[in-house]
Nanobody, 125 residues
Framework: VQLQASGGGLVQAGDSLRLSCVAS????????VGWFRHTPGKEREFVAA????????YYADSVKGRFTISRDNAKTTVYLQMNSLRPEDTAVYYC???????????????????WGQGTQVTVSS
């Protein structure tokens, strides 16, 4: 699986951004796609995940109600709509995918086999 993330940028607090993760290379019906973020000195943090088959979604508490993960089957793309952005959302955002993650591990970065390159999101106060 190849993943290509895009959509980051510099915004002000309260603004919105939409990140995209285009997946290619295999069938997607069994994939779980996740978004993680990383800031220097911290571990990679779970943001959101989506089960391609069925569309179930999962969120970190810190983004629940502000971020929405969704998919476009035709474009094999997963989006992360980020609203009401805060300075603490500043990070490099990565999309990841795996065909065999169990639910209890869906928030663990080390369980994902495939990773895209990061896209920088900077939120100014």
């Amino acid at each position: 699986v190849q993943l290509q993330a895009s959509g980051g940028g510099l915004v002000q607090a309260g603004d919105s951004l939409r990140l995209s993760c285009v997946a290619s290379g295999r069938t997607f019906s069994r994939l779980t796609v996740g978004w993680f973020r990383h800031t220097p000195g911290k571990e990679r943090e779970f943001v959101a995940a989506l089960r391609w088959n069925g569309g179930s979604t999962y969120y970190a508490d810190s983004v629940k109600g502000r971020f929405t993960i969704s998919r476009d089957n035709a474009k094999t793309t997963v989006y992360l709509q980020m609203n009401s952005l805060r300075p603490e959302d500043t990070a490099v955002y990565y999309c990841a995918a795996d065909p065999s993650i169990i639910l209890s591990s869906i928030r663990e970065a080390r369980q994902y086999e495939y990773w895209g390159q990061g896209t920088q999101v900077t939120v100014s106060s």
